[in-house]
């Protein structure tokens, strides 16, 4: 059964901390999404990689955000220094354009 | 610039009865459109999609309604049951933001016993 994970599920760190969360995409999807979910705004992507490379960052505020995949198995998503306004759930996801499957998640809260 | 907008945060709906979410869209350009179903405490998971050349897709009790010249797409569950208790997103492809999906706010479906 394979499936999207993320690491951790739930993080409480205080403003100016940095953040950084992991997400392993199922094995062989050559295509992984960030993206974050807010009351206000639902889902907004934040970047996109395909075969590892970067192909869209639009979404994250560059001052502070920073996403990577050192390898084909792990993506990470970085914030520093983290906000109280950064919290928010935040959702990996991996597949083709059309077909993506999310990961369950990590709950951000800055205090 | 909200290109995806769901204008209804909640709807209460009996079961066995129809349950009905809609979606609006701003962006012409758009070609492809999708729903995720959201389970508290997961991921969001894939549930119909529509191509533009299409007005209606149907799965089972889930059909999605398709109106290009409205800018309008709907989602029909029928009949409804407790399990469909959800977030429901719709999502749009296409133009400019190819690769990238563009996410309405969501709607949470509660169905009642």
């Known amino acids: 059964d394979a499936r999207v994970t993320q690491t951790p599920r739930h993080k409480v760190t205080e403003m100016g901390q940095e953040v950084t969360m992991r997400c392993q995409p199922i094995?062989?999807?050559?295509?992984v999404f960030w993206y974050r979910q807010t009351m206000m705004q639902g889902l907004e992507l934040l970047a996109y990689?395909?075969?590892?490379?970067?192909?869209?960052d639009s979404g994250m505020p560059k001052d502070r955000f920073s996403a990577e995949m050192p390898d084909a198995t792990l993506a990470t998503l970085k914030i520093q220094p983290s906000e109280p306004r950064d919290s928010a759930v935040y959702f990996c996801?991996?597949?083709?354009?059309?077909?993506?499957?999310f990961g369950p998640g990590t709950r951000l809260t800055v205090t | 610039d909200q290109q995806v907008k769901q204008n209804s945060p909640s709807l209460s709906v009996q079961e066995g009865r129809i349950s009905i979410l809609n979606c609006d869209y701003t962006?012409?350009?758009?070609?492809?459109f999708l729903w995720y179903k959201k389970y508290p405490a997961e991921g969001p998971t894939f549930l119909i999609s529509?191509?533009?050349?299409?007005d209606k897709n149907e799965d089972g009790r889930f059909t999605v309604f398709l109106n290009k010249s409205a800018k309008h797409l709907s989602l029909h569950i029928v009949p409804s049951q407790p399990g469909d208790s959800a977030v429901y997103f719709c999502?749009?492809?296409?133009?400019?933001?190819?690769?990238?999906?563009?996410f309405g706010q969501g709607t949470i479906l509660t169905v009642h016993p």
């Open positions: 094995l062989g999807h050559n295509t």
């Open positions: 996801a991996s597949g083709s354009t059309y077909e993506q499957y």
């Open positions: 999502a749009a492809l296409g133009g400019t933001s190819y690769g990238k999906l563009t």
């Open positions: 990689f395909r075969n590892r490379a970067p192909l869209d």
């Open positions: 962006n012409s350009m758009f070609d492809y």
């Open positions: 529509i191509s533009s050349i299409k």
